[in-house]
């Protein structure tokens, strides 16, 4: 595999079902999770971009205290 075009991501095992339950029912046909990543990545990035590359308001750590 050529390295300087794909990278592998680390997803817990929740994110992991729902990407495999999307990549198998979302679209009209099965496609590959890497394809789904690839196509929700790119609607999110396009949105942002034509937001005017505003911050998202998202904190992944809600109990974390500096």
């Not at 050529?2 to 994110?15: H, M, P, Q, R, Y």
């Not at 979302?26 to 396009?46: D, Q, W």
Request: glycine share 2%; aromatic share 16%; with cysteine.
């Amino acid at each position: 595999m050529n390295t300087d075009k794909f990278k592998s991501i680390a997803l817990n095992a929740e994110t992991y079902k729902r990407l495999r339950e999307m990549s198998d029912k979302c679209f009209l046909m099965p496609i590959s999770m890497a394809k789904t990543s690839e196509f929700l990545i790119e609607r999110a990035y396009n949105n942002w971009k034509d937001t005017g590359w505003k911050e998202v308001e998202f904190n992944p750590y809600p109990d974390f205290k500096k």
